[in-house]
């Protein structure tokens, strides 16, 4: 989950908050309070903003697009009529 701002964390309800908890790397999230877990995660993210945030995930691959080749065509060759 992207957070933009502390409020985020804040507004969060507890699937939210242990699901984020568990991508920043916080651990015992799953036995903490939820204000445990936003205290957690608040001081994570004051360190990442001072240091560097995790890694994002990845962008998906682009669609392989089909090349269409053009198709050559052979023009037949005139062949003129010998005396």
Do not use: C, H
């Not at 360190?47 to 090349?67: A, C, F, H, R």
């Amino acid at each position: 989950m992207d957070i933009k701002s502390l409020d985020d964390v804040m507004m969060m309800k507890v699937p939210q908050l242990r699901t984020t908890a568990k991508e920043y790397g916080i651990v015992g999230f799953s036995k903490m309070k939820k204000a445990d877990m936003i205290s957690s995660l608040t001081d994570k993210l004051n360190k990442l903003t001072t240091e560097e945030k995790p890694p994002s995930p990845p962008p998906s691959p682009p669609p392989e697009e089909k090349i269409k080749k053009k198709r050559t065509t052979k023009k037949k060759q005139e062949t003129q009529p010998t005396d």
